[in-house]
Each structure stands twice: as C-alpha cells, then as structure tokens.
C-alpha cells in the first residue's frame, strides 16, 4: 500500500513566520502534489513536482513555494506566513496519470 | 468556465435508494476520471477511477462516463448512512489532476 506521509497533523503559526509543511512517499511516484482545501473552495492546487527538482506552479501559488531535492520527499514553503494561509494542507503523489494518493493532511492555523 | 462542476448539493437521500452524483468537465482532451470520498476531518479516498466512455460497476457503485457530452456519473446503489461523505469529482488537466467543489451526500437511515 502506498503511504504519504505528512510531518505534521496541525501546526499553529504566527503572522510572519517562515513555514516548513513536509510530505514523503514511499512507492517511488515521480508526481507529487500539494493543495489546500477551504469550505466551499474545494481543493486547489498549489504546486506540483512531476520530478526531482522540476515544480509547476498550480492555481494559488502565490506566498508558497517548494522544494524536491529527493523523488520521495515534497515540501511546502509559507515564506512569510500571513492568517489567510489558514487551511488544511494535502499532499499526494502518483504515478503517471494515475489515481492520487493523500496525505493525511496538515491543519494549519496562523495567528 | 470552471474546469470541473459538480452538481450542487446537498444532497439528501433515504438508506436503500440509489444516489446520483453528476460532474462535467471542460477539457476535451481529458483521458482519466476519478471519484473521490472524503469524510469529515479526512483526507480524501479513491473510489473509482475510469478511462474509457461508458460504465464501470465496482460493488454498489457505478461509474458512467460520456466523453462527447464531457459527463461523469457516480451511482450508489442500496446507499448506506456509511455512505454519508463529500464525493468529488476529478481528472488531469496535463499533469496535474483538478477536482470538482465536491457534493454533499447525507443518507438517512
């Protein structure tokens, strides 16, 4: 079974500060993905990597970027976090075009 | 025009009926559809995924896809309270897979 796993189920943050959400897989997915999830928002994309070191910018990269400096691992990066970042974060990977698999998910809550 | 548009919910149906979950998209060259189910707090599951026009039964659920309308269906037959959960909708947009608002389906015992 594959297993994504995220560092963290909830953080709490303050305005200001840099934020590090982590995501590692262990079935050797070249794709990875994270999107935040808002009531009535639904699941938006925020970066993708289709490789080591490639990214792809989603819909709302702005404020967020990532790194992939090894295939299973995928982080998010709140540079300056700001409390309209409050969210649930996800994380998944897949392989080619096929189904994603989920983290568990982070709560985020900036203050 | 939003890339996935899912019928609105919520939804509400008695334990036993079947419930109808719809979703159009609007990329012509989109080859590989998904369900997911998401329960509260959770993190969404894959229920089925399905590549080629007309339907896919897994169990009590069914998937239907029409790709000259650009339609994806999900039936749940003999729905159970257990089935109460968000359904979404998604496909790849090149590399990267887009998701539907998602529906609302509460099933009452």
């Known amino acids: 079974d594959v297993k994504v796993t995220q560092s963290s189920r909830y953080l709490v943050k303050r305005t200001g500060e840099k934020v590090f959400l982590e995501c590692v897989q262990d079935?050797?997915?070249?794709?990875m993905f994270w999107y935040r999830q808002d009531p009535g928002l639904g699941l938006r994309l925020i970066y993708f990597s289709y490789d080591v070191k490639m990214k792809e910018k989603g819909d709302i990269p702005e404020g967020y970027s990532v790194s992939r400096e090894k295939k299973e691992r995928f982080s998010l990066i709140l540079e300056s976090a700001s409390t309209n970042q409050t969210s649930m974060y996800l994380c998944?990977?897949?392989?080619?075009?096929?189904?994603?698999?989920f983290g568990n998910g982070t709560r985020l809550t900036v203050t | 025009q939003k890339e996935v548009e899912q019928n609105s919910g919520p939804l509400s149906v008695p334990e036993g009926a079947i419930a109808s979950l719809n979703c159009t998209y609007s990329?012509?060259?989109?080859?590989?559809f998904f369900w997911y189910r998401q329960y509260s707090g959770k993190s969404p599951e894959l229920i089925m995924f399905?590549?080629?026009?007309g339907d896919k039964e897994d169990g009590r659920f069914t998937a239907q896809l029409n790709k000259a309308s650009q339609y994806v269906s999900l039936l749940i037959r003999d729905s159970q309270p257990s089935d109460s959960a968000t359904y979404l909708c998604?496909?790849?947009?090149?590399?990267?897979?887009?998701f539907g608002a998602g529906t609302r389906l509460t099933v009452k015992p």
């Open positions: 079935m050797d997915h070249e794709n």
């Open positions: 998604a496909f790849y947009n090149n590399n990267d897979m887009r």
């Open positions: 399905i590549y080629s026009n």
């Open positions: 998944a990977s897949s392989f080619e075009t096929r189904p994603l698999h």
């Open positions: 990329d012509q060259g989109s080859q590989s």
